[in-house]
């Protein structure tokens, strides 16, 4: 009989704690990041867009990806907006040589608009690769950065059908939407932009 009641008490206790209501942020929040190098404050999309083209003629379940991170960089109240595109994919370079780092146009194809980006020549030293910008652990990964304006941002969230085109690579298909992160994206506008 006691062995229950210490039994009983026990799981009262677990339950009870798994219970109380989390202190973290909620799911969809941007996280911000000191940047050590530039003194300045960065504002991340809780979760990327990531877009995904199937390579059954390379392997099977072999992919490319496309992913991308909405970034706000502010410099001493100086803003700047960017998407973070990584490119990726799971298929063995030795029977698909990944693009080269000149290949970094980007079209974003949003309910019907073609939406052209030219990458910046260098990738801004806040945005260098590390895991906080939600970089992929997969294999060998390019990036590259774009500058973008809230508009811009706001329409790809809200928009209903969603792909992305790398004109220069050789493989030009699209990218269809993989993982959706648009609900991030409009929780990240409505934290730099404000209400």
């Known amino acids: 009989m006691r062995i229950c009641l210490v039994l009983l008490l026990s799981l009262a206790a677990l339950t009870a704690c798994a219970a109380k209501p989390s202190r973290t942020r909620p799911p969809m929040a941007p996280h911000e990041i000191i940047d050590e190098q530039t003194a300045g404050t960065l504002t991340v999309a809780a979760k990327p867009l990531v877009f995904a083209r199937d390579r059954s003629d390379v392997a099977a379940y072999a992919r490319d990806y496309v992913t991308l991170v909405a970034i706000e960089d502010d410099r001493s109240g100086e803003f700047s907006q960017y998407l973070l595109l990584y490119r990726w994919s799971t298929v063995d370079k030795r029977m698909s040589a990944p693009p080269g780092a000149d290949a970094g146009a980007l079209r974003i194809l949003a309910d019907a608009r073609a939406i052209d980006l030219k990458p910046l020549d260098d990738l801004p030293v806040s945005l260098s690769k590390r895991r906080e910008l939600h970089v992929p652990g997969h294999g060998e990964v390019a990036a590259h950065a774009y500058t973008v304006d809230a508009e811009l941002l706001r329409f790809i969230g809200t928009s209903r059908e969603l792909a992305v ?16 992160g648009r609900p991030a994206l409009l929780e990240f506008l409505n934290r730099v932009t404000g209400p």
Do not use: I, S
């Open 165 to 180: 085109r790398m004109p220069q690579e050789r493989l030009d298909t699209p990218f269809a939407l993989y993982e959706d």
